[in-house]
């Protein structure tokens, strides 16, 4: 089989790789450009991981090239991550990139180069019928990242490392002599990466300061523009010592007024939600009967562990039923459809209530 891998210069798709030539099929390794600024120390990580991708393809003695898809990241998924923002969400801009870039862009132009397949190091599975699996590595599993993704991509993709845990993937790297088999995982969102994101943001949206109050309007800081701050947030309030000594977080947004809500206590009861508007609806494969309660498992973030709840929906629209009050709901942020280890799709969240709308 002829595969083009997408490499980041890191471990798990350089294992990948790895293990399909090891297989026995043809092998090219494409590392994809899709940021073209320098972090904050003026240093291009993406010249660091490319150099990364031409040493392990040396080693494996694989061809690999890389392509530039900086102006398709830019138009398809930073500024719909901007435009989110403004609206005061927190939106997952690694969902959008696998849609538009690693599934689309980087999927097209592998078959036009004649692939047959692509492979990433995702740890995720392909199920009966292309179905999308969680990767048995319960600490690793990336299926919330990929719920947007159809049948038709997923067919055409292969994910050699979704059945090893993380340890697993470093111990072949280790032994193959993989030069990043000790290489750090990236993190942060990923185009930033590691950076000041505070300031990264104030460079595209003008920022407008504000005040924090509590729930009863008492004006107890300052905030340094809405789009900073997410639901359920603790740590970089500075307003500690007020009130009655516990610790302020995060339960809303007042745009007309340009005011940050918060509360003390992390058991307070306006922290948690028992229903959600959620929209943008997408299903990987056949969709579910619309217009009536469907029992499913949900992730309102990564690595949480699966929540039972109920959706009601009607197009690209629709009500989570939480079986259990769920803490700091987020607007903006993708709530991850589940069957056991089957991923069905998802949904970006819009609201969260404490009572059925």
């Known amino acids: 089989m002829q595969v083009i891998v997408g490499m980041s210069g890191g471990v798990d798709s350089s294992v990948a790789a790895y293990l399909l030539k090891r297989a026995g099929h043809s092998v090219t390794g494409v590392f994809m450009k899709n940021w073209e ?20 393809c ?51 132009y592998a078959m036009q180069s004649g692939a047959e397949s692509i492979a990433t190091g995702h740890f995720v599975r392909k199920g009966v019928g292309n179905t999308l699996l969680k990767g048995l590595d319960p600490n690793k599993d990336q299926s919330y990242f990929l719920y947007m993704l159809k049948t038709e991509q997923i067919k055409k993709s292969v994910f050699p490392v979704g059945e090893l845990s993380k340890a697993e993937v470093r111990q072949i790297a280790k032994e193959a002599g993989i030069p990043v088999h000790a290489k750090k995982d990236s993190t942060g969102i990923c185009f930033i990466g590691e950076r000041n994101f505070k300031k990264f943001l104030q460079g595209y949206i003008p920022t407008k300061p504000g005040i924090m109050r509590t729930e009863k309007g008492e004006a107890v800081g300052q905030h340094d523009g ?27 947004k007042d745009f007309k007024n340009n005011e940050l809500i918060v509360v003390q206590g992390d058991d307070h009861p306006m922290l948690y939600s028992s229903y959600a508007k959620v929209e943008d609806i997408t299903w990987i494969g056949e969709a579910p009967k619309e217009n009536e309660d469907i029992e ?62």
């Open 226 to 252: 809405l789009m900073f701050y997410t639901i359920g947030q603790r740590r970089g309030l500075n307003i500690g010592g007020k009130g009655d000594g516990r610790s302020f977080f995060v339960v809303g």
């Open 296 to 357: 499913l498992c949900a992730k309102f973030r990564y690595r949480q562990k699966d929540r039972p709840v109920y959706l009601n929906y009607s197009g690209t629209k629709g009500v989570i039923t939480c079986k259990t009050p769920e803490r700091a709901l987020t607007p903006g942020q993708s709530v991850v459809f589940y069957l056991g280890d089957t991923c069905l799709g998802g949904a970006i969240l819009t609201e969260a209530l404490s009572e059925k709308p």
């Open 37 to 56: 600024e320098d972090n904050d120390e003026g240093i291009c990580t993406a010249e660091e991981d490319w150099r990364d991708v031409r040493n392990v």
């Open 58 to 108: 040396d080693k494996l003695d694989i061809p690999y090239y890389s392509v530039n898809f900086s102006k398709e990241y830019y138009e398809r998924v930073f500024s719909v991550f901007l435009e989110a923002f403004k609206k005061g969400y927190t939106p997952n801009p690694d969902v959008l990139c696998n849609r538009e870039i690693k599934f689309k862009a980087f999927l097209d």
